[in-house]
C-alpha cells in the first residue's frame, strides 16, 4: 500500500506533466477501444507544446514576482497594435512566450496581442497559437491580479502555417487555457474535456492538480461590468443590468464585483459562479476575439457554462475577420446567461 501522507506532507499529488501525459495516454486507449482499423495514436505533440507552455508561465511568473524589485515597471515608450502604451513588463513577457513557442517544435503560427501581425515560424510542427501573453497590465503598478491567455489549434492539412490556421471559428480550437498571477499563479486548462486547474508551488517549481474537472454553479447572484460605460450601451442592455440590481421578492440584489483585468474576473466567475460580461460601448466590442473571447469561451463552456455575445449568438461560432478583431462578450453561469439571452430575445 502507498502512504499518501509522510508527517502530514501529501504525497499524492498530480502535476501538470504527469496530467498531461495521463491525458495522452487516455486520448490514446479512447481510439483503441473503439477497436479502429486505423489507430490513432496521439504523438505526443500537444503534451510538448504544453510542456512548453507551463515552462513559459513559469518565467513570467517569475518576473511578475520580481518585477517591483528589479524595477521592470514603467512604461516602454512604445505603443502596441492596439493603440495602448505598452509597458516593460508587457514587452518582456511577450518575447518569453514568443520564444518559448518558437523554439518548441511545435508552432507553425503565433498571434500576440503585443504583434500587429501574426508571426509564421520555419517548423515542421502542426499548430498555431494565439495569446494576450499580459492581460490586464494597466492593472500591474497596483498589484492587481493579470494572466496570460492562449488559445490552440491544429493547422490544416497540408498547411505550412498562414493566417487561414488561426482565421477560423472558436469551434476548432484544440486547447486553451489561461495563467492568473496573483498570489500565486493559476493555470486553467482544457483540451476539449472538461476543465482542470492547477496552482504553480514555487517551493517545487510544479503546477500541480488543484481544482479537477472544475464545474461552474448554475446560478449566482454576481455580475461583473464595467459599469461606468452605461451611457454607451444601448438600451436593452442598460435595462437588464438595472433589473440585476431591483431584489426580487425575500431575496436579495446581485452583488456587482468588478476587477478590470479580464483574467481575475473570469477565474472568479469560474469559481463562484456569476455572469462577466464585457458589451460594446458605442455600438463597439473591447474584447479580442481571438486571444480573450475565443480561450475564455471555450474554458467556460468546458466548465458547464455559456458564453455569448451582445446578440446572444454563441461566442464560439463566430469566425474572425482579422487577427485583432473586437468583439461583445457574455460569459458565466449558464443559468445566468440563458437570462441575459431570454431578456433580449423578450424585449
Ligand atoms: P489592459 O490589458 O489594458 O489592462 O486591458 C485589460 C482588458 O483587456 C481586460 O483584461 C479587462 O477585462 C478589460 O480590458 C477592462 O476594460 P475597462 O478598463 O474598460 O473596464
Not at 209 to 233: A, C, D, Q, V
Not at 268 to 290: A, E
Not at 329 to 347: A, F, M
Request: proline share 3%.
Amino acid at each position: 500500500m502507498v502512504r499518501e501522507e509522510i508527517d502530514g506532507t501529501r504525497t499524492d499529488i498530480v502535476t501538470l506533466s504527469s496530467f498531461i501525459l495521463q491525458e495522452q495516454r487516455r486520448y490514446n486507449s479512447k481510439y483503441h477501444d473503439q477497436g479502429s482499423s486505423i489507430i490513432r495514436e496521439a504523438s505526443g505533440e500537444l503534451s510538448l507544446l504544453l510542456n512548453s507552455l507551463q515552462f513559459a508561465f513559469k518565467f513570467i511568473a517569475n518576473n511578475i514576482r520580481k518585477a517591483e524589485l528589479v524595477n521592470l515597471i514603467g512604461l516602454s515608450g512604445v505603443i502596441n497594435s492596439t493603440g495602448d502604451e505598452q509597458k516593460q513588463l508587457d514587452s518582456i513577457c511577450n518575447d518569453i512566450f514568443i520564444q518559448a513557442m518558437k523554439t518548441n517544435g511545435c508552432i507553425r503560427v503565433i498571434v500576440s496581442e503585443e504583434e500587429e501581425k501574426e508571426i509564421l515560424v520555419d517548423s515542421s510542427g502542426s499548430y498555431a497559437i494565439t495569446c494576450d501573453p499580459i492581460d490586464g497590465s494597466s492593472n500591474i503598478d497596483a498589484g492587481v491580479s493579470v494572466g496570460t491567455i492562449f488559445g490552440i489549434y491544429k493547422i490544416h492539412p497540408g498547411s505550412n502555417g498562414s493566417l487561414k490556421d488561426v482565421l477560423r471559428s472558436g469551434n476548432e480550437m484544440v486547447a486553451a487555457g489561461y495563467t492568473m498571477y496573483g498570489a500565486s499563479a493559476h493555470l486553467l486548462l482544457t483540451t476539449g474535456h472538461k476543465v482542470n486547474g492547477f496552482t504553480l508551488d514555487s517551493n517545487l517549481g510544479e503546477f500541480i492538480l488543484t481544482h479537477r474537472n472544475l464545474s461552474m454553479p448554475h446560478f449566482k447572484n454576481i455580475y461583473s461590468i464595467n459599469e461606468g460605460n452605461t451611457l454607451y450601451w444601448p438600451p436593452k442592455i442598460a435595462d437588464f443590468i438595472h433589473s440585476l440590481k431591483v431584489a426580487p421578492e425575500g431575496g436579495k440584489p446581485y452583488a456587482a464585483r468588478y476587477i478590470g483585468s479580464m483574467v481575475a474576473d473570469v477565474h472568479r466567475t469560474m469559481l463562484y459562479g456569476g455572469l462577466f460580461c464585457y458589451p460594446c460601448s458605442r455600438g463597439k466590442g473591447k474584447l479580442r476575439l481571438l486571444y480573450e473571447c475565443f480561450p475564455m469561451a471555450f474554458l467556460c463552456e468546458q466548465a458547464n457554462g455559456l458564453a455569448v455575445n451582445d446578440k446572444g449568438e454563441r461566442i464560439l461560432d463566430l469566425t474572425p475577420e482579422h487577427i485583432h478583431e473586437q468583439s461583445s462578450i457574455w460569459l458565466g453561469s449558464k443559468g445566468e446567461i440563458q437570462k441575459y439571452v431570454d431578456y433580449i430575445n423578450k424585449h
